[in-house]
């Protein structure tokens, strides 16, 4: 058995639930990137608009994901090639997933808010 399903059964997850995760945080964050870039330029004394440059792709270095899950969104945001630190939180009352974040390779902790 490969080691990566045997994590999957340590977390009690299906594959398909775990794809499921990333393919939506694939398609949100995109989203996310959109509408935190103006709440950065907020202080600026000049808005973006259609002259002015986009914000430097690491403009935003630090998210904490509050409820993890398996870790998409840090994975989809290092697929947009989004320069950031994640903070995966597993809550304690969920399923220990915990795992899974850290065989990808990400930050991660269980907490209890």
Do not use: C
Request: hydrophobic fraction near 45%.
């Amino acid at each position: 058995m490969p080691f990566h399903e045997f994590i999957f059964i340590i977390a009690g997850v299906q594959p398909e639930e775990f794809y499921e995760d990333f393919q939506y945080w694939r398609s949100a964050v995109n989203n996310y990137w959109s509408l935190l870039t103006p709440l950065i330029f907020s202080d600026h004394p000049k808005r973006p608009g259609d002259e002015d440059p986009l914000p430097p792709y690491n403009m935003i270095r630090n998210v904490m994901d509050m409820s993890a899950n398996f870790g998409g969104l840090n994975a989809a945001l290092l697929e947009e090639k989004k320069s950031v630190w994640v903070m995966n939180v597993v809550p304690a009352r969920a399923s220990n997933a915990l795992p899974l974040i850290l065989d990808r390779g990400f930050a991660g902790v269980t907490h209890d808010w």
